[in-house]
């Protein structure tokens, strides 16, 4: 069976968008498998800037079939939105390149709401969440109570789901928060409205359709959403993201078997960003990390915020290949390392005065442990126009072969600029 998974094996923002987009080209469909519209994908065609959060990066090539799986949750102002562009700037032009799933759960405007009133209650304790809804809508999937995509071309179904949710919604808002309700007339008039414009995508169902492809021999591409240290149960809890971001939940949220999975590419980056609260051990807070910031433009394409910028983690990427599973890498961004006299690598931290190689998985400990940097020499040269490996200066080849070394996990793919045509090939994506 050839899927492939491609898992951010950081904190996100690693550059899956780019990579999914360049890897689309072998693929026939690329299905987006968990997060909503926290994700934010930048991706530069021809000089062309497209900013995607919840359509996968494949629908910038209009022969790959795109799919927004059950594990999505999905806000669907946000979407209208996002569609209206593609089809403005000509990249969407024909429905069937995009095909949402029924079952997947809906953000509404009041999930939006109670994201921002529990933040601001949280104070100095706060998550630093993007503000998009993904943790009261993933609570309403666990609860049992969500609205489902394929409950919004209903008008009945819709109507009595929305009550139920609003009754207790609005308490939380007007009685806790001291906010204002929703009423459920003015959602029902939206959601009609939405409803029309998203029909032509709708997908009854997406796990049947994805067997069928596999089966006949079809390339699927699962593009995951932030970082696997970002996910709910793996990640450095409580400041992670609402879903499981770990490439087996590419099979779980899209209803395919394991055995669908070929390979799963880890990306990362040459250093290493956080975007929130919570620990990142290898943090910079000198000029270094403005360097980086700057030069890497560490900015969030969903929230605008700027993103915490340290050195490269081998521990945390250690984790992230045993607990994904991955089986070959794809190092982003390494141009940006360019103008340092030396580059910091982490390879332990030292936690209540012992060494350690593997990562804590209290997030008490997390946030105590110093990372144990070596020193490697860094190079001068601009990067970004460089079109072959053999071209690499020797300090960046040493970078990557000590790295490699260090993960013993083989770098498949090497970035040096966002674009399509600044990406070195070591190996081919699909091995049939
Ligand atoms: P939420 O997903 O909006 O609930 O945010 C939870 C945490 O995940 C916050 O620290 C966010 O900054 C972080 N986060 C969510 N989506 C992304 C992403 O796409 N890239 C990086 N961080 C993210």
Not at 355 to 373: A, R
Request: charged letters at 25%; glycine letters at 10%.
């Amino acid at each position: 069976m050839s899927g492939v998974v491609v898992v951010g094996a950081q904190w996100g923002d690693e550059g899956k968008g780019k990579l999914v987009d360049v890897f689309a080209e072998k693929a026939d469909i690329v299905v987006r498998y968990q997060g909503g519209a926290n994700a934010g994908h930048t991706l530069v065609v021809n000089g062309l800037k497209t900013i995607l959060h919840l359509v996968p990066s494949g629908i910038l090539r209009p022969e790959t079939t795109c799919v927004i799986a059950a594990g999505v949750v999905i806000d669907v102002f946000s979407i209208r939105e996002e569609i209206r562009r593609l089809k403005d700037s000509g990249l969407l032009q024909n429905p069937k390149q995009l095909m949402i799933s029924d079952s997947a759960t809906i953000i509404l405007p009041y999930h939006k709401a109670l994201d921002a009133a529990r933040e601001s209650a949280l104070s100095e304790a706060k998550i630093g969440t993007t503000g998009k809804g993904i943790g009261p809508a993933y609570e309403d999937r666990a609860a049992r109570r969500a609205i489902l995509f394929g409950d919004i071309f209903d008008r009945e179904t819709l109507y009595k789901k929305l009550e139920l949710a609003l009754q207790e919604k609005n308490f939380l808002l007007e009685g806790f928060y001291k906010l204002s309700p929703f009423k459920i007339d003015d959602l029902m008039k939206d959601l009609e409205q939405v409803a029309e414009e998203l029909a032509p995508y709708r997908a009854k169902d997406n796990s049947l359709f994805i067997a069928k492809s596999l089966k006949s021999g079809k390339r699927v591409l699962f593009e995951g959403a932030q970082g696997t240290m970002l996910d709910i149960l793996h990640g450095s809890y409580p400041f992670v993201t609402s879903s499981s971001t770990l490439a087996s939940n590419a099979c779980a949220s899209t209803g395919v078997g394991t055995n669908s999975i070929q390979k799963v590419i880890g990306v990362f980056k040459a250093y290493t960003t956080r975007v929130g609260s919570g620990p990142f051990p290898t943090e910079l807070h000198d000029e270094i990390g403005k360097k980086i910031q700057a030069d890497g433009h560490e900015f969030g394409s969903t929230t605008g915020r700027s993103r915490r910028c340290g050195w490269l983690d081998l521990v945390a990427l250690k984790y992230a290949i045993r607990v994904n599973g991955i089986t070959n890498l794809a190092l982003m961004k390494i141009d940006v390392l360019s103008g340092h006299d030396r580059i910091g690598i982490c390879t332990s931290y030292k936690l209540n005065g012992e060494i350690i190689f593997d990562l804590p998985t209290s997030p008490y400990d997390l946030e105590k442990v110093e990372p144990i940097i070596e020193w490697l020499p860094g190079w001068k040269e601009d990067l970004t126009k460089i079109k072959s490996l053999s071209d690499l200066p020797r300090p960046t080849t040493n970078y990557i072969d000590y790295v490699g070394a260090q993960l013993g996990t083989p770098i498949d793919v090497i970035s040096v600029g966002p674009g399509r045509e600044q990406t070195l090939w070591v190996k081919p994506l699909f091995n049939n």
